[in-house]
């Protein structure tokens, strides 16, 4: 089992940044891929963006790409969202996960933190 606990949410204006954090409480396998999910009231759960450990392999939603920037501490077992120019449709609890993979039509997850409220008021 893998426990994650996000930090960093918020009440922001449009245009502000915020930066979420991740801890793990341990890596499920040296090149898992951390990430992060959105979900918008009455929306769906979606993804935003994913990183394995060593960095070398990132991936964004085209709704988020050159606002976020996702990144990881591997020594510390922490990865971070780093959301910039934020928009009020960015509004939604944040979850971070662990074991991100993609199939063929979707994204998904095997370990889910709590999730932290990110508002973006207008």
């Known amino acids: 089992q893998v426990q994650l606990v996000e930090s960093g949410g918020g009440l922001v204006q449009a245009g502000g940044s915020l930066r979420l954090s991740c801890a793990a409480s341990?890596?499920?396998?040296?090149?898992?891929?951390m990430g992060w999910f959105r979900q918008a009231p009455g929306k769906e759960r979606e993804f935003v963006a994913r990183?394995?450990?060593?960095?070398?392999?990132?991936h964004y939603a085209d709704s988020v790409k050159g606002r976020f920037t996702i990144s990881g501490d591997a020594a510390k077992n922490t990865v971070y969202l780093q959301m910039n120019s934020l928009k009020p449709e960015d509004t939604g609890i944040y979850y971070c996960?662990?074991?991100?993979?993609?199939?063929?039509?979707?994204?998904?997850?095997?370990?889910w933190g709590q999730g932290t409220q990110v508002t973006v008021s207008s």
């Open positions: 996960a662990a074991n991100v993979v993609k199939t063929s039509n979707a994204w998904y997850a095997n370990y």
């Open positions: 990183i394995n450990w060593s960095g070398s392999s990132i």
């Open positions: 341990r890596r499920t396998f040296s090149n898992d891929y």
